[in-house]
């Protein structure tokens, strides 16, 4: 597939096809590489991916800003350990984006250059080494969230990738949580730290979602192609949820006065979201936005001469063989 | 959907069924390991030695970690992880050992209890307290002087490692065994960046030539025995650094000249600054990175 097959319509689409692409998703089949697909489903899947693999990448830098520092060889072994699987399951998403015809080289330059997005929660700075807790905790819990109804998606790669990246984020949390129990138990300054840091990830976290149902464009068909399969509003229910609980056995509070259970449902109630702020960050202001950016950036440029060095070193060599 | 109902499992320290690979219940990462320091050594010289093999291995972990979000190609990223995680790996078991038989310097005086002891010894020890060598100490440089460090430095510590599977410690001797496999990749992956980058551009052989001669200066103090290893390689407990300097200019030769690269001449021998507690500046900044929360929070646990 040639990358200009990205931008092309469908022009002359044998109905054929067509139709036995809507059974495949009527009948919850997987589509693979090599199936026909209308190039709106390709797009779409194309840019999601693409986002995903750039939040992966990007998602390094706020943990890895404590990599140096981490306060123990332990925590320092694990949190390696994270980040690199983070790298990893960028890897994996980019070749899933590339059996659609995308280029991981040219993901990068849209990333970069801002012609691609990644999870805004990224642009928030990690202050203390509660941050690294509580990302484990509530930043890959909301992920999970996000990804493992995508374990199902439509598209073969992408849903066999979600499995593996879905089975270490839950890792992930699980080791961020432990931290913050083992601070919990510690110092009165590390408690400080820790409720200071659920303050701040809080309401970023619910913005993982994304914006309310009433407010998301391609949710619809993105239902309909089996790409996505719960709405925003319905994934961030199941999150709070989920983690209300969790947070009563740390001994933390959350930041929202107004979240209650309701009697009736079962379910937490909550207080309004800042959209405002959700369109501020992606839109790049937030804190961190250039920073983050300039590293991947940096990355690129100040190591091409290496990226260049491996080519031409692999074309004397295949001529000399 | 993700129903997970394993927070309870953590509330006990050592409950939860053994379904933490990271839990709470590997406070001795010794544990079931023969630790009787071998008859005739003084525990003394066995724990600074383990410091010189630890930090050795703890200060290049933390320059490689720093370049974690900064590589060339995601598969680096991914490889300067694994590297600096497999080091680390040897660092702990080794700082561990220091402390086992009694090695914990100055450390103990600041660290609480409830600090282990390879914690005590990396973020509690000041910079004259450290036996890493200056191969390891210095700052990383570009990526082709980063490959080209690692070159060396994971040539010499294979060759030591290699002959420490002998040693009559039985902690040495399995950290040796475990890390040879480690240390084999680590000097296989540097080697292969090393012939791309010397025979790749001119650009890159340029900078590899630089990185050469940049790094080769370090090579000048690692293969003079001090004292403690010259009384520990008479006991059968560690390797003469003297005995592996052949092997690594060999080994180093041959990369360097199928890269295209020019050998600097094998630095004159001299007296192990490092390995007694001379280091410079980037040291200390380095340890003033590493050590830093640390410090500021010495009651606490992680």
């Not at chain 2, 993700?2 to 409950?15: M, P, S």
């Not at chain 2, 510590?157 to 990749?185: I, N, T, W």
């Not at chain 2, 010259?230 to 003297?242: C, E, I, S, Y």
Request: overall charge negative; hydrophobic content about 40%; proline content about 5%.
């Amino acid at each position: 597939m040639s990358a200009t097959a990205l931008d092309s319509p469908d022009v002359d689409v044998d109905p054929g096809l067509q139709e036995q692409f809507d059974a495949t998703i009527a009948a919850e089949r997987r589509i693979e590489p090599r199936d026909w697909m209308p190039e709106g489903y390709r797009r779409t899947l194309v840019r999601q991916i693409a986002q995903h693999a750039h939040s992966e990448i990007i998602g390094m830098q706020p943990e890895g800003d404590w990599l140096l520092r981490a306060p123990s060889l332990r925590r320092k072994a694990v949190l390696l350990a994270k980040v690199q699987d983070e790298a990893g399951h960028g890897m994996y998403l980019y070749s899933a984006a590339e059996t659609l015809g995308a280029d991981r080289a040219d993901l990068t330059d849209r990333l970069i250059d801002g012609r691609q997005k990644y999870s805004s929660i990224f642009n928030y700075p990690t202050l203390t080494f509660a941050d690294v807790g509580v990302i484990g905790w509530l930043v890959d819990g909301a992920a999970i969230c996000n990804q493992v109804p995508l374990c199902r998606s439509s598209y073969g790669p992408y849903a066999r990738a979600m499995v593996r990246v879905c089975k270490e984020e839950s890792f992930h949390q699980r080791q961020g949580y432990e931290l913050l129990l083992t601070m919990m138990r510690g110092t009165p300054e590390q408690r400080a730290m820790v409720q200071d840091a659920v303050d701040r990830w809080w309401w970023p976290s619910l913005m993982m979602f994304g914006p309310p149902d009433t407010d998301s464009p391609n949710s619809a068909q993105s239902m309909a192609w089996g790409i996505k399969r719960h709405s925003n509003d319905e994934l961030r229910q199941r999150f709070v949820d989920m983690t209300v609980p969790q947070a009563a056995f740390l001994g933390v509070t959350l930041p929202d006065p107004d979240l209650a259970l309701d009697p009736s449902t079962g379910r937490y109630r909550f207080g309004a979201i800042d959209w405002e702020e959700l369109k501020r960050v992606i839109s790049g202001a937030g804190p961190c936005n250039a920073e983050r950016i300039a590293r991947r950036r940096a990355a690129r440029d100040d190591n091409a001469w290496v990226t260049e060095a491996a080519i031409a070193y692999a074309r004397k060599h295949e001529a000399r063989s | 959907m993700h129903e997970e109902t394993v927070y309870d499992a953590l509330d006990t320290t050592h409950g939860g069924g053994g379904q933490w690979a990271f839990g709470t219940g590997f406070d001795d990462p010794l544990a079931g390991v023969e630790l009787t320091v071998p008859d005739g050594v003084d525990p003394a010289d066995l724990g600074a030695y383990c410091l010189m093999l630890g930090d050795d291995a703890l200060v290049l972990a933390q320059r490689l970690t720093e370049w974690i979000t900064a590589a060339p190609e995601l598969e680096e990223e991914v490889a300067f992880g694994n590297t600096a995680l497999d080091l680390l790996g040897q660092a702990r078991l080794l700082l561990t050992r220091a402390g086992s038989v009694g090695v914990l310097g100055r450390s103990r005086s600041t660290a609480t209890d409830s600090i282990p002891d390879e914690d005590a010894l990396a973020c509690f020890r000041d910079p004259d307290e450290f036996r890493c060598t200056g191969l390891v100490a210095a700052g990383n440089g570009d990526f082709a002087q980063t490959m080209v460090r690692l070159l060396a430095a994971s040539t010499v510590r294979l060759a030591v490692f290699a002959r420490l599977r002998a040693s009559r410690d039985p902690v040495l001797a399995a950290v040796a065994a475990k890390g040879v496999h480690e240390l084999a990749y680590h000097r296989d992956h540097a080697a292969r960046w090393v012939l791309r980058l010397g025979d790749g551009t001119p650009e890159s052989h340029r900078r590899a030539q630089a990185g050469v001669d940049a790094v080769w200066p370090h090579l000048a103090d690692l293969f003079t025995a001090t004292d403690v290893e010259a009384r520990l390689a008479a006991a059968g407990v560690a390797v003469d650094p003297a005995g592996v300097g052949d092997e690594v200019h060999d080994v180093l030769t041959t990369v360097l000249t199928r890269a295209t690269l020019r050998v600097p001449g094998r630095p004159a021998d001299v007296v192990p600054r490092g390995r007694t507690g001379g280091h410079g500046p980037e040291l200390s900044a380095l340890l003033t990175t590493l050590q830093g929360l640390a410090r500021r929070h010495p009651a606490a646990t992680w």
